[in-house]
């Protein structure tokens, strides 16, 4: 079974700094998802940025970027520029390549992540 | 809004009680998730239906079941509730076409078991 690592419960950042969240994950299939998503305060869950393990190029979206390390079975965000409404629960997600029809996530314990200002 | 529903948004119940948490999937998404986001267990996956069909099957209690009907809309069904029951319930839905098929997630139901 695959398991997702953040071992950062709690972060705090700047307004307008630049901050990095950590993700490591643990199978032994080659192809798979891998996701962050944001849950502000409302409870709703936000999908930020998604990297496909086959791409080695890093996805980038606006001031979210990630770092993807397959050999180390890592995948971090960075989030440049911090805005006060950054400020959330930052989830880590894995997701294997769909068998068929099914497709679930398995998600890390969450980063929070406070910004000051 | 991701364009999927959930119903109620607040449930608020007694021990060994019965109840049934709705969710309305985005228009077309034939593929409907449950996740359990509580406290000591983080955020788990609970059960898939695709199509009206089971297809994958998470940490669900025999106490809890699912169903998906015809219009694709699907129900979580609560039983003999405990204390530890008490979480926020997540329905996603995604198209299952192409390779990403991004589940959407709804707003979610809280439940609180007293």
């Known amino acids: 079974a695959q398991t997702v690592t953040q071992s950062q419960p709690e972060m705090s950042v700047q307004e307008a700094e630049t901050v990095t969240l950590s993700c490591t994950y643990d199978?032994?299939?080659?192809?798979?998802?891998l996701f962050w998503y944001k849950q502000p305060p409302s409870r709703q869950m936000i999908l930020v940025i998604r990297?496909?393990?086959?791409?080695?190029q890093n996805a980038t979206e606006n001031r979210f970027s990630v770092n993807f390390q397959k050999a180390a079975k890592s995948f971090s965000l960075k989030i440049s520029d911090s805005q006060l409404g950054d400020a959330a629960m930052y989830f880590c997600?894995?997701?294997?390549?769909?068998?068929?029809?099914?497709?679930?996530?398995?998600f890390g314990t969450g980063t929070r992540l406070q910004v000051t200002l | 809004d991701s364009g999927v529903t959930q119903t109620p948004k607040h449930l608020i119940t007694a021990t060994g009680q019965r109840v049934t948490l709705r969710c309305s999937p985005r228009?077309?998404?034939?593929?409907v998730y449950w996740y359990q986001q509580s406290l000591d267990q983080g955020l788990q996956f609970l059960i898939q239906?695709?199509?009206?069909?089971?297809?994958a099957k998470g940490n669900i209690l025999e106490r809890f079941s699912a169903q998906q009907f015809p219009d694709l809309h699907s129900e979580l069904n609560l039983s003999s509730l405990e204390l530890g029951d008490s979480a926020l319930y997540f329905c996603?839905?995604?198209?299952?076409?192409?390779?990403?098929?991004?589940?959407?997630f709804g707003p979610g139901t809280r439940l609180t078991v007293t």
């Open positions: 239906y695709y199509n009206g069909e089971e297809r």
């Open positions: 996603a839905s995604s198209p299952m076409t192409g390779s990403w098929s991004e589940q959407y």
């Open positions: 990297q496909e393990a086959y791409k080695q």
């Open positions: 997600a894995y997701r294997s390549v769909p068998t068929g029809t099914a497709s679930k996530l398995t």
């Open positions: 199978t032994s299939e080659s192809d798979y998802y």
């Open positions: 228009s077309g998404d034939l593929s």
